[in-house]
């Protein structure tokens, strides 16, 4: 039987990343092959590709208003995905055109920190990420050293601290929380949902690859294409993380650049 459900519209508001792997291009290629039509606000412009970046070129922040109001204006938005916010000025702007015309979820994924341990963003930056946008959003997606930095306490090394750390991190406003383990020393990739201060562990396998470029941006673009779709969020958390495994795997099947490359995001069709 042919579903006449129209197909959710979402947003993602984040950096572009001409290597395909992550930013814009990365929650784009979640969207659609998770069932959704996607679209985009830019926010920044990067020299990047597999091995690194090498420059950023932010969006000024009236051209980004731009970009928001003229995209709402005409188009219904079911869900937003929010990657990195640079400054309390970007992150108003977003607060403020989000507020007005109120999609259903809103999806954080606060990128302050790269895979090498960098601090991506500097402290006015992080401050607004967890004043203005983390009250803003339904769920925001941390890895274990960006929940350290919204909290300025050390990273999580265990189970048990990641259940520590939990109540911290909803009490920053967010709607709920979904803490990431992946950077665990551990055989698995636990995941920690807290949802209306319930805590659920969430099963994830270590997939052996060095194709982990974009894999939070995927991730929470995953969640929220299928939260747009009508799914609980358990259900998409769910669904977001098998997907996201099974690109994991068949990453294998791609050959994009010498550095760390993208998973495989339609491999449900290639």
Not at 80 to 107: C, F, N, Y
Not at 143 to 172: F, I
Request: net charge negative; glycine share 8%; charged share 20%.
């Amino acid at each position: 039987m042919m579903d006449d459900r129209p197909i959710p519209n979402v947003l993602t508001i984040a950096g572009s990343d001409p290597s395909g792997g992550a930013g814009i291009q990365a929650d784009l290629k979640a969207f659609s092959a998770l069932g959704a039509y996607g679209t985009s606000v830019i926010t920044a412009l990067t020299a990047q590709n597999t091995c690194g970046v090498r420059g950023v070129h932010p969006v000024p922040v009236e051209f980004i208003r731009l970009q928001l109001d003229t995209l709402l204006d005409d188009v219904t938005i079911d869900a937003v995905k929010i990657g990195m916010v640079a400054s309390r000025e970007v992150a108003e702007t977003i607060r403020d055109a989000l507020q007005s015309r109120r999609p259903r979820w809103i999806v954080l994924d606060p990128v302050m920190v790269a895979k090498s341990g960098d601090i991506l963003v500097d402290d006015a930056g992080i401050a607004a990420v967890r004043e203005v946008l983390v009250p803003l959003a339904d769920l925001i997606t941390p890895n274990l050293p960006e929940a350290a930095v919204l909290l300025t306490t050390p990273a999580a090394t265990s189970r048990d601290e990641m259940l520590t750390m939990a109540p911290g991190l909803a009490a920053l406003g967010a709607g709920s929380v979904l803490l990431k383990g992946g950077h665990l020393n551990d055989e698995s990739c636990p995941d920690l949902l807290v949802e209306s201060g319930q805590a659920t562990w969430l099963a994830g396998a270590r997939i052996a690859t060095s194709n982990l470029h974009g894999t939070g941006c995927s991730l929470s673009s995953a969640i929220a294409a299928r939260l747009a779709q009508g799914d609980t969020l358990p259900q998409a958390v769910a669904a977001a993380k098998q997907w996201l495994e099974a690109a994991l795997v068949e990453s294998r099947r791609l050959d994009v650049g010498q550095g760390h490359g993208p998973v495989h995001h339609f491999h449900r069709w290639w």
